[in-house]
Nanobody, 120 residues
């Protein structure tokens, strides 16, 4: 059983910063891509940022230059540092990972979601 446990999020004023963290736990053989998606009310879930096991990063256009994703592969954790936050960044943020279990079964896993609210 694999779980993604998120922490961070909350309420911040525009221009402020927040950090989200996510840890993959359970019967893990390897963690491939890790990343963050977000979903605002009435909108589709969108990619915020992702990082491969090799460290290659990919960002959504709206967060480039403001958000930074990093990972600690030894601990199976991923962190999203969010700076210069805007009200339009308000959404539920979901951790995502592609994980191969000890039984060598690979699957997509999602965290429970954490609310980020940016006030103007």
């Amino acid at each position: 059983q694999v779980q993604l446990v998120e922490s961070g999020g909350g309420l911040v004023q525009a221009g402020g910063s927040l950090r989200l963290s996510c840890a993959a736990t359970g019967s893990i053989f390897s963690v491939n891509v890790m990343g963050w998606y977000r979903q605002a009310p009435g909108k589709q879930r969108e990619l915020v940022a992702a990082i491969s096991s090799g460290g290659t990063t990919n960002y959504g256009d709206s967060v480039k230059g403001r958000f930074t994703i990093s990972r600690d592969s030894a601990k199976n954790t991923v962190t999203l540092q969010m700076n210069s936050l805007k009200p339009e960044d308000t959404a539920v943020y979901y951790c995502h990972a592609v994980v191969s279990s000890q039984g060598y079964v690979t699957g997509d896993y999602w965290g429970q979601g954490t609310q980020v609210t940016v006030s103007s």
